[in-house]
């Protein structure tokens, strides 16, 4: 076994143990399991919300990007930004009505603000389809990165099934409490990987950030420009892009479920704040990444891999497999916490409210880890196929879950909102998404998900205004609009 195996074997291993001190302190419950009971702290959240937030795109389709688009992609970090603020502003509300109400997932959230579970199957329905390709893509870079660290002696198709295989024992193994604090551990070796690694490629060959800046203008100039050597970051991209990942990411259960986790107020207002200042630090010397990787790996096949690639050539292998293993963590933090989310939602939202409704607490905890096990190999199976650029796959997924933002967020802010116009705007939005996605493919340049998105705020707002709200939505805003005008510290 070589060094960087050996060393990304022990780092694997390592989070194993994590998990399973975790696993010590699990109550064998669905709540415990979903949400670790409300009782996160304001470093493991910040660091779960954070590392959860990000995937195997931070380390791979990120740089990758870059490579082969140019400097268009840092106008997205607007993205890294905006999460951390719709943390507080939303995450508050789903809080405080998680616990007032007991909600532990947003379809319990949505059945019962618009008083429709055909309304909660549908949202749980959609995520649980979108989430798919998501957990697929860590799949993918973990693939990526065993193929790579190995010098091409362990296939793709092998990194991909013991990415499926670590996944599925760290979610059995401590439920949310092991999630979160195996993500804390691993959003700390992904920060420190990234900066660190991209500086040191950085100095190793330019000497400091402003000569690889130089020498890349020098060899690209067309990477300086907009929209870009291949024409892809015009105007309507960026917005469409930043618009959708920001607002779709935040629809994501792996995210939601993170809006009950904290312990207070107090937590949720200081992680939304250091997690802006992580997403946002941990892309610094991304974009000099991808430009100099034109210099030194000209042509290479796959953009991608173009940072683990760099880190193998250029820094040494100890450190390079330690870093590379930073990539690994971004996959496992992002894949463990969707597996996590979609399995909680299986077994609360579709098992304990459709199949069996007296099921116990344990019971809905044995269907969670089963339902890990089974979206782990749907989307093991959908990696396998190698569906494309990790950023293509990114922008699908969130698309698919951003038509759903109006019915969510309206739920918790206007009283006009309506149960059928929740509905139809849900229907409408994802129609016109998967329309403009595989039939008229992104119409005036806008992506996809953007469209499906106007779609869904416009039938929201004008059905709801012709149509009457339930009383139980109004109960609900105004539940929370009196806590937090009473409660000055909020």
């Excluded at 039939?439 to 992506?447: Q, S, T």
Aim: glycine share 10%.
């Amino acid at each position: 076994m070589n060094t960087g195996l050996t060393i990304l074997f022990l780092y694997t291993l390592s989070l194993l143990g994590i998990a399973f001190y975790a696993s010590k302190h699990d109550k064998k419950n669905i709540k415990d399991f979903a949400t670790a009971g409300g009782s996160l702290g304001v470093f493991v959240l910040t660091l779960t919300f954070s590392a959860t937030y990000h995937s195997s795109y931070a380390f791979l389709g990120a740089p990758g990007f870059v490579y082969t688009n140019g400097i268009g992609w840092w106008v997205n970090g607007i993205w890294t930004v905006f999460p951390g603020v719709l943390f507080w502003i939303i995450g508050r509300r789903f809080w405080f009505l998680g616990k007032k109400y007991g909600y532990i997932s947003m379809a319990q959230y949505i059945s019962d603000v618009y008083q429709d579970k055909k309304l909660g199957l549908l949202v749980t329905i959609i995520t649980l389809i979108f989430t798919v390709p998501y957990v697929a893509m860590q799949a993918i870079g973990s693939g990526y990165i065993f193929e790579v660290i190995s010098g091409g002696k362990l296939s793709y198709t092998f990194g991909t099934i013991m990415f499926f295989l670590i996944m599925i024992v760290l979610v059995w193994l401590g439920g949310m409490k092991g999630v979160a604090i195996t993500d804390a551990a691993q959003g700390v070796f992904m920060w420190i990987g990234m900066v660190i690694g991209s500086y040191m490629i950085i100095s190793a060959n330019f000497g400091s950030v402003s000569n690889a800046y130089s020498e890349a203008l020098k060899a690209i100039p067309q990477h300086f420009t907009l929209p870009g050597p291949t024409g892809l970051v015009t105007n309507a991209d960026w917005i469409s892009r930043w618009v959708v990942i920001t607002i779709g990411m935040m629809m994501f259960p792996h995210v939601t479920l993170r809006f009950f986790s904290g312990k207070s107020l107090k937590v949720l207002k200081w992680s939304s704040v250091f997690s802006s200042i992580y997403l946002t630090s941990i892309y610094i010397f991304t974009p000099a990444i991808g430009f100099i990787g034109n210099i030194l790996f000209p042509n290479i096949a796959a953009p991608d891999t173009i940072f683990p690639e760099m880190l193998l050539k250029y820094t040494p292998i100890v450190f390079a497999a330690l870093v590379i293993s930073g990539a690994l963590a971004a996959s496992m933090s992002t894949g463990d916490s969707q597996l996590h989310a979609v399995s909680t939602m299986v077994s609360t939202d579709i098992y304990a409210t459709y199949v069996n409704k007296e099921a116990s607490e344990y019971k809905q905890y044995t269907v969670a880890k089963i339902a890990t096990l089974v979206f782990g190999i749907l989307s093991v199976i959908v990696a396998l196929q190698k569906p494309g650029m990790l950023g293509n796959i990114l922008a699908l997924a969130n698309g698919g879950v951003a038509a759903l933002a109006p019915a969510m967020i309206g739920g918790i802010y206007w009283k006009r909102s309506s149960t059928q116009g929740a509905i139809w705007s849900i229907i409408i939005g994802e129609g016109i998404m998967l329309l403009t996605t595989f039939v008229f493919k992104n119409p005036l340049g806008i992506m996809a998900g953007l469209w499906g998105l106007i779609a869904a705020l416009i039938v929201f707002v004008t059905v709801s205004l012709f149509t009457k709200p339930k009383d139980k939505t109004i109960e609900i805003i105004d539940s929370i609009n009196n806590f937090f005008c009473t409660d000055s510290s909020n």
